[in-house]
Each structure stands twice: as structure tokens, then as C-alpha cells.
């Protein structure tokens, strides 16, 4: 054990690298992606210290580029399931025992090789198996990642140190920060790098051993994460990688006695999907334990304009907001709602920047966007494309075109509809259509105006059954107090006079409410007090030695 009670290092934000014209980072990233297109890797299951391969393989191609093989993956069946469990359940007891410096170390270590020797290798294993550009790569994979292992490290020692304030005399009271008992299953989505990262490692530096189970999409860069892991020191079967289909592997680890935690990205009915096994196996006494549950799922993100917003800087955060990484993240902006007075404005500006965007291989520094992750997610976008161009209330402003002939391409697609309540304004798309309802802002009187103003803020509030995030562009203040108190459920993260993505960790926390998850704030200590179970511990220095207390001496 130590003599010292060490503090871990004070985190500072990871600084994004721009891939400008003679850099290095640009000629290594280049080097590294064409190093990653020649080697085809192949990834086995990674349980306990054993590396397994199976006789069930998936292809891994570049959605971009379907004849570009990157490799194959390995996936998990019932057996190496129950082999994972067992790992992770024999790794526990030694793990938390370790002390939380040392469990720290790790993790910054990790942080470190992220930052230097792992930083292109990552970035662009996610260019080419996500389909992201050199920027969406580097703030993701790279610096969110980064980010996560050395806030946490600190967050972690916050909360240890987080001490009751009062210990009377003859007293001493303390917080002990214990791991779950039990096993935490984590499941992460495609669309960020940094979360497939962050939802095993959250939990497991807090002392707690994970089963993950990676996107199928995104199994080249989680691959990359595991390699850096074990390179940074992770002990053997502290996180245990299970690649495979979740209606495979669900059953077996969510019936399990000793499932602890679920640490969950992705859609909204699988994750309802797994409450309500969870609620069920309760009523059952399944478990040892109340499982812990903390998912972040869909979103149906707004931006929401004011009369006196800046025309042009409404427009560039709804193209970014909408349009980066072709739409597929949780945060992308997916409805906005414009004054009738700014829409021609804001709408040319949309036109002129979908128009000059270059749309195609990532591996082209001058794309701006990508292809959409699969054929489903192709699919699915198309329908939404004809189902607003068959409508007549609604019109294609700019895009509505698609070409999977080569990759799964969605270009950047604007549809402005009259009816708030058209279907592309509430379901979720997942892609790049941003639908926009311009909406009635004459001044025939003031009260004209703020009747109007209520009746549309509250269907804002109410056309989407998710609250993630959601973005207000206004100039007065007054207005800006109002907007942002009558969406206030609304979003999670809420933003003033920004698009609603590209939430920091440290800086905005992330995670939103109502359909859209537990809100347990990744990025924060709020998420990682979620993996621990506190014990309360009293210690009487000097004991009682006589049961009467003295109310009861009459004389």
C-alpha cells in the first residue's frame, strides 16, 4: 500500500490538430491510411489472455468504398460469452483491490500513447471503417478519447477524495468508493470512437471489470482501443471484447445473476429493450444486485431561430450541425425552425455551402462528408428522401440525391416543409437531411407576436418524443431568457447562438433526458458515480460502556 495519497494530474482539453497543408501530422496520417488499406487485419475476441477466432467471421469494408477490404472480424457465440463473464468475474477481485493510482496510471498512460504513437493509427482506422473525415477523426477518436481517460482519472480522484465534512469527537467518519459487485456490460455505437473507448473504461477504472461488446461497424478502431489498452498495462479480463450480433449475445449476459451495470450508446428501442428484460428478471430475483443503468440513446436535435439571430451564423451552424459526419451523430441537427423573415437569407446560404461541399472518399482531404455507415442506414435515408419529394407539403430545397454504386453516399439534403408537425420534423433520420419549418414571425402587434412566439416554442417542446440537445439563435436577451426557459426540458445540452454538436469533455457534459437516456452527463464525475457503491463507514474511538442514557436519573 502507498504512504502518500497522490493527486492525479490536473486535465487539460487535448489540442485538435488541423492537417493543414505541410504538416506532419497531415504526410503521417496519410502514411497510416495507406498502410491500413494494404494490411488486412484480422480481429479475433480478446477474452481474459486469451485471443480467440471463431468459425463466424464478418468482412470489414470502408462504407465509402465497398470494394476496399480493411478485414474480418471474429464473432462471439453463447460459449464465449459465458467465457467472457468468467473472465471478467475472475480479473474483479484483484482489480479493485488495486489501488486507484495505479489504476489511474493506466489510463493516462493510455492517454499519452493516444496522443503520440496510437494517434493516427485510431484516426484513421476510423476514417476508413466510419467513413469521417481528418477532422471529425482527429476530434473524436483522438482528443475526446484523450479527454475522457484523463478527466476521469481526475473525476475519479474527486470523488474518492469527496469526504464527509463533520466527524464529531471520539468519531471518525468516512466514504469508502467500492466497484459494483459484479460485471458491467458495455455496449457502444459506430459513430463515435471516443464513446466505443469511454463506456468500457469509464466504469473499469473505478475498479470495475466489463464484457464489450463493439458496434459491428466499427470494429477496426475498437480493435486499435483494445491494442492501446493492453500496450498502457490493462491487466487480463478486466475488459473482455465480444464482437458479435446483440440478439446473440443480450440473452446470456442480461439474464446473468452477476450483471451489475450497463453502460449503453445506440437506439432508443434496443435500449428499452434491455430495461425492460432487466425490470422483468427483477420481479424474478435474477439478480445479486440492482443493476445499474446508464444509456444515452436517439435524438431528434433543434435549432430553433429568433428574428434577430445572425442570419449567417445560423446558417453555417445549421450546415455544420446537420452535415457533419453525414449527420450520424446523436447531437446532428435534425429540425430547426426559421422566421419566415430569415429564411430566404439563411436558405441561400444553405444552397450555396451544399452545393460547394465536396462529397466522397475520406481519404480526399478536401471531403467534407462521407458515406453513411451501411446499407441500412442508406436505405433508410432514401425513403425519408422520396417521402418528402412525393409530399406535397414539403419541397427539397437543396440535395435529395443518393448513389450507393460505389459507397453508401447521401448528399447534404435540406427539405423545407409548412407543417411543424411533417413527419421528417419527428422521427429520427440519422443522416444528412435537415428539415426545416419556417415559421409565421409578422408583427401585425405585439401580442400577435408573442402568441405566435408561445404556439411555437411549444410545439418545438413537444413534437419530439427526445430531449438531447437543441441550440437557440437569438440577439436579445430578454428573448434568449425566454427561448431557453420554455425548452429547458427539452435538450440536455442546450446551446446559445451555437450548433448543437461538438460537446467537450470537461466543458459541456453530455446527455439528455426524456426518450433520449438517463442523462448521466459522459464527461462529468456524474457518470463515473454511477459505477460505484459507497459504503458508509463509522469508527468509535471511544465506546459507551453503560446503556442508560441520562434522561432516565430522576435525582
Avoid at 83 to 92: E, K, L, S, T, V
Avoid at 477 to 484: D, E, F, H, L, N
Amino acid at each position: 500500500m502507498s504512504s502518500a495519497i497522490y493527486q492525479t494530474p490536473i486535465p487539460v482539453n487535448e489540442a485538435i490538430k488541423s492537417y493543414a497543408p505541410g504538416s506532419i501530422e497531415k504526410a503521417l496520417l496519410k502514411t497510416e491510411l495507406d498502410r491500413q488499406k494494404r494490411e488486412l487485419v484480422e480481429i479475433p475476441l480478446i477474452i481474459g489472455d486469451k485471443i480467440i477466432k471463431t468459425s463466424n467471421t464478418e468482412e470489414i469494408r470502408a462504407p465509402h468504398d465497398r470494394s476496399l477490404k480493411l478485414g474480418i472480424y471474429h464473432k462471439a457465440g453463447k460459449e464465449e460469452v459465458a467465457m467472457a463473464i468468467n473472465a471478467a468475474r475472475n480479473a474483479r477481485e484483484e482489480w479493485a483491490a488495486m489501488s486507484f493510482e495505479d489504476r489511474a496510471a493506466i489510463f493516462l498512460k493510455a492517454a499519452d500513447l493516444l496522443a503520440t504513437k496510437y494517434r493516427y493509427i485510431i484516426n484513421a482506422a476510423t476514417m476508413l471503417g466510419q467513413s469521417k473525415n481528418p477532422f471529425q477523426a482527429e476530434i473524436d477518436a483522438a482528443c475526446e478519447l484523450i479527454d475522457f481517460f484523463r478527466f476521469n482519472a481526475y473525476y475519479m480522484f474527486k470523488i474518492y477524495t469527496d469526504q464527509p465534512m463533520v466527524n464529531p469527537f471520539g468519531n471518525w467518519n468516512r466514504l469508502e468508493y467500492r466497484p459494483l459487485e459484479g460485471f458491467v456490460f458495455a455496449v457502444t455505437p459506430f459513430n463515435f470512437t471516443s464513446i466505443a473507448g469511454n463506456l468500457p473504461t469509464a466504469p473499469a477504472m473505478l475498479g470495475n471489470v466489463v464484457v464489450w461488446k463493439p458496434a459491428s461497424t466499427s470494429m477496426l478502431s475498437s480493435y486499435y482501443i483494445m491494442k492501446l489498452l493492453k500496450e498502457a498495462g490493462l491487466p487480463d479480463g478486466v475488459i473482455n471484447m465480444i464482437p458479435g450480433k446483440g440478439s446473440d449475445l443480450g440473452s446470456t449476459i442480461l439474464n446473468h445473476a452477476h450483471l451489475a451495470g450497463i453502460h449503453f450508446t445506440g437506439s432508443t428501442s434496443v435500449f428499452q429493450g434491455m430495461w425492460k428484460t432487466v425490470g422483468e428478471n427483477l420481479s424474478k430475483n435474477v439478480y445479486k444486485n440492482y443493476p445499474r443503468i446508464v444509456g444515452e440513446t436517439g435524438g431528434k436535435d433543434f435549432i430553433f431561430a429568433y428574428k434577430d439571430a445572425d442570419a449567417k451564423a445560423l446558417a453555417i451552424a445549421m450546415f455544420r450541425g446537420a452535415f457533419e459526419f453525414q449527420g450520424q451523430k446523436c447531437s446532428a441537427a435534425s429540425r430547426a425552425y426559421v422566421p419566415k423573415s430569415l429564411w430566404p437569407s439563411v436558405r441561400d446560404d444553405l444552397v450555396k455551402m451544399a452545393e460547394e461541399i465536396k462529397v466522397g472518399d475520406i481519404c480526399d482531404f478536401k471531403t467534407f462528408m462521407g458515406a453513411v455507415i451501411d446499407k441500412n442506414s442508406y436505405d433508410n435515408n432514401v425513403s425519408y428522401i422520396e417521402y418528402a419529394k412525393k409530399s406535397n407539403e414539403a419541397k427539397i430545397v437543396v440535395g435529395g440525391r443518393y448513389d450507393d454504386s460505389k459507397g453508401y453516399f447521401i448528399y447534404p439534403t435540406v427539405v423545407e416543409t409548412s407543417n411543424p408537425k411533417f413527419k421528417l420534423m419527428e422521427e429520427e433520420i440519422f443522416g444528412p437531411i435537415l428539415t426545416v419549418h419556417p415559421y409565421d414571425d409578422s408583427d401585425d402587434s405585439n401580442k400577435c407576436s408573442d402568441e405566435k412566439l408561445n404556439e411555437i416554442l411549444k410545439i418545438v417542446d413537444e413534437t419530439s418524443p427526445y430531449a438531447l440537445t437543441g441550440a437557440v439563435f437569438a440577439q436579445d436577451r430578454k428573448m434568449i431568457s425566454k427561448i431557453s426557459n420554455a425548452l429547458k426540458n427539452a435538450a440536455g445540452n442546450f446551446y446559445i447562438n451555437d450548433k448543437p454538436t461538438g460537446a467537450v469533455v470537461g466543458q459541456q457534459p453530455f446527455g439528455g433526458a426524456r426518450a433520449s437516456g438517463t442523462n448521466d452527463k459522459a464527461g462529468s464525475y456524474l457518470n463515473l458515480i454511477r459505477w460505484l457503491n459507497v459504503r458508509t463507514i463509522k469508527e468509535n474511538f471511544l465506546p459507551i460502556h453503560d446503556y442508560k442514557y441520562p434522561h432516565m436519573q430522576e435525582s
